[in-house]
């Protein structure tokens, strides 16, 4: 079983940065590409940016040019930098993780594994 633990969420205004952080652990696991996926309030879960193990990336339209996603292979961590924040990008974010390593024809059924979540707050 794969255990996924994000960290790095808060209170942030408008304009500010923010960086969240996944870390994967668990006995003979294997996982290859990771995501970030959010939610707000009322809304459906969109994912945010995701990447394979060879980090070939994937963004939404929304958050291009302004998140980052990154990962260490050695140390099983996906991180997940973000700028220029917007009041919009108030979302619990939650990282995914799946056995296979594709990234663009995919659903939210397709993650194997979730973490619980963090919650991102963008105050105008």
């Known amino acids: 079983q794969v255990q996924l633990v994000e960290t790095g969420g808060g209170l942030v205004q408008a304009g500010e940065s923010l960086s969240l952080s996944c870390a994967a652990s668990g006995r003979g696991y294997v996982i290859a590409a990771i995501g970030w996926y959010r939610q707000a309030p009322g809304k459906q879960r969109e994912l945010v940016a995701a990447?394979?193990?060879?980090?070939?990336?994937r963004y939404a339209d929304s958050v291009k040019g302004r998140f980052t996603i990154s990962r260490d292979n050695a140390k099983n961590t996906v991180a997940l930098q973000m700028n220029s924040l917007k009041p919009e990008d108030t979302a619990a974010y939650y990282c995914a993780a799946r056995i296979f390593d594709e990234i663009q024809q995919i659903s939210e059924r397709s993650w194997d594994y979730w973490g619980q979540g963090t919650q991102v707050t963008v105050s105008s």
């Open positions: 990447i394979t193990t060879g980090s070939r990336t």
